[in-house]
């Protein structure tokens, strides 16, 4: 059993920021990698932002620039620093990880937070 709780979600006024944070918990062998996407009404759910155990990231054009994906191993958990929030980054974000467990095999399989709401306006 694995579970991945995310916080730090709220409402922001344009410009403002939000600290996003997901820890993940369970029979966990290792985490490759983790990462934030996103989803509004009417709109499918699209990434933000991933980061590789190894520290590498990517970012959707959408967020480069404003957004800090980061981790702490130790804790199983990923970051998302967002500056500069603006209305169109208003959605529910979820926390996704890819690992294996004990009970798994060592396979990795994919793993989905319960999500948490930004919402961006004045």
């Known amino acids: 059993q694995v579970q991945l709780v995310e916080s730090g979600g709220g409402l922001v006024q344009p410009g403002g920021s939000l600290r996003l944070s997901c820890a993940a918990s369970?029979?966990?062998?290792?985490?490759?990698?983790m990462g934030w996407y996103r989803q509004s009404p009417g709109k499918e759910r699209e990434l933000v932002a991933t980061?590789?155990?190894?520290?590498?990231?990517n970012y959707a054009d959408s967020v480069k620039g404003r957004s800090t994906i980061s981790r702490d191993n130790a804790k199983n958990t990923v970051y998302l620093q967002m500056d500069s929030l603006k209305p169109e980054d208003t959605a529910v974000y979820y926390c996704?990880?890819?690992?294996?467990?004990?009970?798994?095999?060592?396979?990795?399989?994919?793993?989905w937070g319960q999500g948490t709401q930004v919402s961006v306006s004045s």
């Open positions: 996704n990880a890819r690992l294996s467990l004990y009970t798994s095999g060592s396979r990795y399989a994919w793993y």
């Open positions: 980061i590789a155990a190894g520290g590498s990231t």
């Open positions: 369970g029979s966990i062998v290792s985490i490759s990698s």
